[in-house]
């Protein structure tokens, strides 16, 4: 028998949750891209955008999801033959260094281990050694969704001032943005990358880049920057086509409305305790079952989890058989361990990992702790019992707190 039907919950790490709102924002006839209402409200959308990045900097759309904005924010400070340093703490860290490889940028990498954030003390020493300022920039991802990991981006920052180093501190918050807390100008970050499909819950396909003046500087100083990556036009334009460089992406930017205006109304501040109250949940509900059990979090520190995506280690086979269980059972779908081990390594299957990022309340984080309790025990998974109650625990304290 399965038990499937009915509203099906997708609790992978991106694409997130849809609201209906969005949805139905989008449910519509092709708007004039000419004038009027949409060009409109895509004036809207820039100070809004702003609030939720936490700056007073520059905004570029793109039509692309976060791997295009890789190539766009380097594209816009980084020419071929130019160093980066990367201190990468998962697949997504690698990826970001890849793409810079792609480009002919000289890359230095510095690998953590997966169960690790960024160490400042490397990133020291490495700026340091470059005493003829090379590096160009300090790729960081803020939560590496392969491993779950949250990166301090105000270390880095006092890393560079303490050293002098005039290096762009640049910031993937892809998985992060209105999930994590993240503040790009109190932290001193100069270049942020995001994409609609996480926290900001509309489908895959807008990116963003935010950028300060001492990045709008290094940009006018690029030798040539490609015209669909070039940030300058998007940033400040002065016919509708250029906030895109071409046709608007209609649909996207209707949903975009609905839900900024939704992080508007519950306000920064609250979504960032909701996904920490949330996330916490998860948390003691996964040491409850791990402590008679092989279920373990991949990040030890709870100051270094972040609040968006949760990787976790059951041990080959069961992760596999765990997310086959509860898709096909349950109407749940979990995130793939991605990063973890080598691709023809068995025990990969081990690893699975869940998304909590965007449109998602205490109501659905206990459905699905529960799907994963039931699933323990349908599958004969050894564990304790007791985390969905622990977890309601600590949603009733968090609601008490107000
Ligand atoms: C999802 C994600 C990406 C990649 O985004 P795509 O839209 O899949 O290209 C990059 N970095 C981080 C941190 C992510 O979470």
Known sequence: MSLAHGRPYLAIPGPSVIPDAVLQAMHRPAPNIYEGALPEMVD????????????????????????????????NVVAEGEKVLVPATGRFGLGWADTAQAM?????????????????????????????????AVLAVHVDTSTSVRSDMTALRAVLDDLGHPALLMADCIASLACDE???????????????????MVPPGLGFVFFNDKAAEVRRAMPRVTRYWDWTQRA????????????????????LRVSLDMIKAEGMEAIWARHAALAGAIWVA?????????????IKDPGLRSH??????????????????????????????IGMSEPDDPNGTGFFRLGHMGHVSAHMILGLLGVLETGFAALDIPHAKGGVTAAAQVLAQASARG
């Not at 997966?114 to 590096?135: F, G, T, W, Y």
């Not at 400040?236 to 949903?255: I, V």
């Not at 280690?313 to 793939?336: F, I, Y």
């Open 44 to 75: 809207t959308m820039i100070p809004d955008l702003r609030y939720v990045a936490q700056t007073s900097g520059h905004v570029g759309i793109y039509i692309c999801n976060g791997h295009g904005m890789w190539e766009a924010a380097l594209s």
């Open 104 to 136: 002919g940028i000289e890359v230095e990498l510095l690998e953590h281990d997966r169960q690790s954030a960024i160490d400042p003390e490397r990133v020291h020493a490495a700026l340091a050694a470059d005493k003829a300022h090379r590096i160009k």
């Open 182 to 200: 993240f503040r790009m100008d109190d932290w001193g970050v100069d270049v942020m990358i995001s994409a609609s499909q996480k926290g900001l």
């Open 236 to 255: 400040n334009p002065e016919m509708f086509y250029q906030y895109f460089n071409g046709t608007a992406p209609t649909h996207h930017l209707y949903g």
């Open 286 to 298: 996964c040491d409850v079952w791990g402590s008679a059990g092989p279920l373990t979090l991949n």
């Open 308 to 337: 968006a995506v949760t990787a976790l280690r059951l041990g080959a086979p069961h992760g596999k058989r765990l997310r086959e269980w509860t898709a096909e059972q349950t109407g749940v779908t979990l995130g793939l361990g």
